[in-house]
């Protein structure tokens, strides 16, 4: 009984929380202005635009997450053997994140601009200003910059729980440096490497503020799509209907990257 | 066994207890959200009642809110949104009984067409005999008559350039913003309809225009422009131009003007291909609960000096033509700023924009998402 009651306030938090925005999505999704069933607005991605806008956004996303893992993994490894300060480093890579996102992303829009703080002192060195920003990079930079902690800390986690024996013993069998942190640490940390993907790949996937901010209005994206079907477009039908088929596809992602995980574990255990 | 029943029993008493108690928060829940205006009615209530008012974040002079609420006794409750489609669903769910709503030319003509709006008793607002003839005849496209909406503001867009770094003068048409030499120095607007009015002027169409293959043109225009543009915006053209990250920028009027009173060097243009003509209105939804208090609120910004104070901190143009002609008289050199008061010639080969049915908008949209996604 107890434990019922105390799980109370999650069963009213999932069902006002996500069973019932679910349902509406469903049936927005499925059905088509009049409230007739179709299933058009699911098909509807196979349009020019919107495949489009998807495949952009998965490029960009997956560059973005290749990106932070090349941040974060080496850093997690030279952490592992930080003793004193190293609380203190993680906390530094997380202190941005104390501010709010867009004020960061907004940051990046000062420092970027043609008129911005890194154009001002190219120009004052006498150089051509550069177009920095409203490009594909600036997006991408945007993403790495407000998701990396989500790569950092699970990588990091997983890295600093396996045993200094571990790594000792692999390299009193005489492996190199290079064959340590291949062949031990990195296939031990994919756990951790996993959630820290799909904590970055996701939210890159499907952000539209960011694209916004950095794009230009010329960068579009599936998230960007879905925005202005919702606000500008009007059509809620569509942009549901779309929105069902992002998470189709992060589910599949995730179940692929679920198998992948286990099955790791599996070979780690033989 | 008696033993065991009998805890069954009870652990179904309490399984029914947890569920009333979910079920009668869900019900709280619910009705906090559909009454909170009326609990911020009892408590905030003014001698004479209290007005809700709908309408765009600082777009009315606070202390024109202060002297209302002292003059009439009437308690005002300003909520603000961002955009006409964000107010839209908030009415037409009439989740909120808002009493007086501000809305763009094509708004009122939608919300008209959806039966959303009420007429708005003109006895009660004597004041609006202040009303321009420019405005009532803008007003016969979207409101014939002004039964549902009057005009609050006007206002135009155009063309915003830094005569720095570009010659005064040089810019005068639309298709100027199609020259390569601008290459990274134009800013367009990041909205549907201002963004194919541009094209479609150019191409010599009407602003409203339901030809399929018009619209096509426009949105193929647009996409050869999309390389030689800085940056699609809204509200950040104006920084960006005071910044000089951009040089040229695509403007409603208002914004302009307060360019130009922090950079005199920002020189306004209307087109000469004509151009959009806007109106913010107020109207007073079917479910307003204080609908005299609205009209109150009407008439009072009809009043000319209450029309000067808004012209003073909006600096829109105002329907009123009391207000203007004190204007001329304190400000005579507003009169030579094209973007406060348009050349008339020009003025008269701009549209207003038309609510123009499902059908049509999803061939808006339909094309200016294949330019932005191009």
Known sequence: MNK????????????????????LMLYYGLTDGEGSFTLSNILAIGEPGHLKALLTALLLAAVSTLICFLLAF???VLLRRVKRAKGLIIFLFLLPMWMNFLLRTMAWQVLLEKGGVINSIISWLGFEKLRLINTPGAVIMGMVYDFLPFMLLPINNAVSKIALSTTEAAYDLGASEMQVVFKVVLPLSVPGIVSGITMVFVPALTTFVISNMLGGGKIYLIGNIIEQEFTVGDNWNLGAGLSIVMMVFILISMLFIAKFDKDVEEDLAI | ????????????????????IIISMLCTMLSACSSSGDDEDTAT?????VVYVYNYGDYVDPDVVDMFEEET???????????NEEMYPIISSSSVKYDVVGAGDYMVEKMIQNDLLSEINHDNVPNFKYASEMCLEFAEGYDPGNVYSMPYTWGTVGILYNSRNIPDGEITLWSDL????????IMMMDSLRDGLMIPLKILGC????????????????LIEQKELVYKYATDAIRDLLLNESANIGVIYSGEAIYCQEDDEDMHYVLPEEGSNIWFDTWT???VAENKENAEKWINFMYRPDIALKTYEYLHYGTPNVEAEKMIAELYPEDFENPALFPDESLIAKCETYHYLGKETDAIYNKYWKKFKAS
């Open chain 2, 1 to 20: 066994m008696n033993n065991t029943k009998m805890i069954s029993r009870f652990s179904l008493f309490k399984r029914m207890v947890l569920f009333a």
């Open chain 2, 73 to 83: 006794g009437i308690k005002v409750i300003y909520d603000t949104f961002d955009t």
């Open chain 2, 206 to 221: 009407s602003c409203n225009t339901s030809n399929e293959d018009e619209i096509s043109k426009a949105a193929d225009k």
């Open chain 2, 45 to 49: 209530v003014g001698e004479n009642g």
């Open chain 1, 74 to 76: 080496p850093i997690a």
């Open chain 2, 284 to 286: 007073i939804p079917k």
């Open chain 2, 178 to 185: 199609w020259k390569d030499k601008y290459y990274d120095d």
């Open chain 1, 4 to 23: 019922k009651a105390l799980s109370a306030p999650y069963v009213i938090w999932i069902i006002g929380g996500t069973l019932i925005p679910l349902a």
